[in-house]
Every structure is written in structure tokens, then in C-alpha cells.
């Protein structure tokens, strides 16, 4: 409750006279989610005029902390898995996992209705990426049989770069500004393939009622 109460302070500190009266009807804080979706990891290997195409869909999650100390921005750091998804590609299989940890700032539109809200998100991320892929024929020997794209012994590669990022989503309010719905669609920036999500989750708002200034002090 530290970090709650700090963020509520400087809010309140920095926030102008103006926007007093649509805290009272939206109270701002701390808040903390999750998600499931799925995730789509691509990449593409070629060597010797061979390519190898790698596009697949698998479970995917997320867990998200955030704060909101002004009603139009915010911020939020989220840990993300993409899944792990495998994949027969005719003369090979493949498998490919990307995970890692976002930072971004969020914009939000000026709706008029109180219990929806329509966002944007852009940031960067630390991407960890691994893929694997193997030929298929096996003779029985230590390694499969040379392959134009793996060579002898297949194809690891395992990076990790901070890349951009960026997101669309939407939320509903489901109890008295505490319960959100998210429904939410976000993309990195990848030298492999960008990876995505479109998950569906809640968040849950830590927050401590405002009254409005007018009101009066008995109530």
C-alpha cells in the first residue's frame, strides 16, 4: 500500500484544479492484471536459395502492473510469454519461444461514457527469442543428414534485444471502478518476424476514494 499511497500523492500534486471533479468520478491508482490470448511467433531462415517460413499461433499470457496518476495517460510494466509453438515444414520441424518484459506508456480517449475506455499503448521491450529446427530424415547417426538451411546438425539461435512495441485495446468497468475486462492486441518489433498477441484478461484497481471539493465535510 506504500506505492499506492505514493502514487496517490504525487498525482495529487501534480495534477491540475481542472480535472478535480472527474477524479471524484473516476478514481486514478495502482492496479495489477492478466491475460490469455493467443500469440503468433514468425521467422524466416535462408541459406543456399532454401527458405524456411515459420508462422504459428499458440496459448499465450501476460501479467501486467500499471499505474494511471492522470486521467488521459499512464503506464504500465508488463512480463509476457508468446507460448511455444511447433511446426512440421515439410523437409524440417520447428519450434520457436518468445518471452520478455515491456515497458509503456498509455494514452487514453476522452469517451464520455464512464464505464468504457478505449486505449493506445507504445514502449519497448526486452525480447528473448529462441528457435530451433531440425531436418526431418534421421539415419540413425549422431546428427540428421546435411541440410541446406541447418547443416548436419540443426539450427539453434537464441537472442535477446530490446525492441519497440505498441498496443490497442479496450476495457470495461464491471464494479464501481476496482474490476476491469480488457480485450487488448499488441505487436513487437523483431529482426525474426514481429511477434503478437490478442488476449482477453481482467485488472484490479488499488485505489482510495477522493471526494469532490465540494462536497461537504459531514457526509
Known amino acids: 500500500m506504500k506505492i499506492t499511497a505514493m502514487v496517490l500523492f504525487l498525482g495529487a500534486c501534480v495534477i491540475p484544479q481542472a480535472f478535480t471533479s472527474a477524479f471524484a468520478a473516476d478514481p486514478l491508482g495502482f492496479y495489477v492484471g492478466g491475460a490469455i490470448g493467443e500469440g503468433t511467433i514468425k521467422f524466416q531462415q535462408v541459406a543456399e536459395g532454401t527458405a524456411l517460413g515459420f508462422d504459428e499461433h499458440h496459448l499465450a499470457w501476460k501479467l501486467d502492473v500499471g499505474v494511471r496518476p492522470f486521467l488521459p495517460l499512464g503506464a504500465e510494466i508488463e512480463y ?33 461514457v464512464p464505464f468504457f475506455d478505449l486505449y493506445g499503448k507504445a514502449g519497448f521491450a526486452h525480447l528473448q527469442s529462441t528457435i530451433h529446427a531440425e531436418p526431418n530424415v534421421f539415419l540413425g547417426t549422431a546428427c540428421s543428414p546435411s541440410h541446406p538451411i541447418f547443416g548436419a546438425c540443426g539450427f539453434s539461435q537464441d537472442q535477446s534485444n530490446t525492441r519497440f512495441g505498441w498496443g490497442l485495446g479496450a476495457q470495461v468497468k464491471v464494479s464501481a471502478a476496482a474490476l476491469r475486462i480488457r ?30 471539493p465540494d462536497h461537504n465535510l459531514a457526509d
Open 183 to 212: 480485450a487488448e492486441y499488441e505487436r513487437f518489433n523483431s529482426s525474426n518476424g514481429d511477434p503478437s498477441m490478442f488476449s482477453l484478461g481482467v485488472i484490479w484497481n488499488f485505489w482510495l476514494p477522493m471526494k469532490h
Open 80 to 112: 509476457f510469454d508468446f507460448g511455444h509453438p511447433h511446426a512440421n515444414l515439410g523437409s524440417a520441424s520447428a519450434d520457436a519461444r518468445v518471452n520478455g518484459v515491456a515497458l509503456f506508456a498509455v494514452g487514453y480517449l476522452p469517451l464520455s
